[in-house]
């Protein structure tokens, strides 16, 4: 079993940053993909960002140049870095392991999850 302990959600203006942490309390940083999801009242968990365990990338189109993943994995840790946020970036957060070899943009390739951490953007 993995424990996600995810930290860093907010409530910021149109245009700001956050920053997501995401620590794995069993290390499984290095051993395969982790990704972000995020889900908003009555729509569906959707992706937005991963990483695997060579440090490759994946950005949701959404997202894509403002918002970027990163792994430390001294730390256990994944890292979302959210700029030039939107008020439709407003959402629950959710880091993700435990990546079964599927499709890596599907929630249901994931057997991990975080608590969550919400992000609000006004």
């Known amino acids: 079993h993995v424990q996600l302990v995810e930290s860093g959600g907010g409530s910021v203006e149109a245009g700001g940053s956050l920053k997501l942490s995401c620590v794995a309390v069993?290390?499984?940083?290095?051993?395969?993909?982790m990704a972000w999801f995020r889900q908003s009242p009555g729509k569906e968990r959707e992706k937005v960002a991963a990483i695997d365990s060579v440090g490759d990338t994946s950005i949701a189109d959404s997202v894509k140049g403002r918002f970027t993943v990163s792994k430390d994995t001294a730390k256990n840790t994944v890292v979302l870095q959210l700029n030039s946020l939107k008020p439709e970036d407003s959402a629950g957060y959710y880091c993700?392991?435990?990546?079964?070899?599927?499709?890596?943009?599907?929630?249901?390739?994931?057997?991990?999850w975080g608590q969550g951490t919400q992000v609000t953007v006004s």
């Open positions: 069993q290390d499984t940083t290095k051993r395969n993909a």
């Open positions: 993700a392991a435990g990546w079964n070899g599927g499709d890596w943009n599907q929630a249901r390739s994931y057997v991990y």
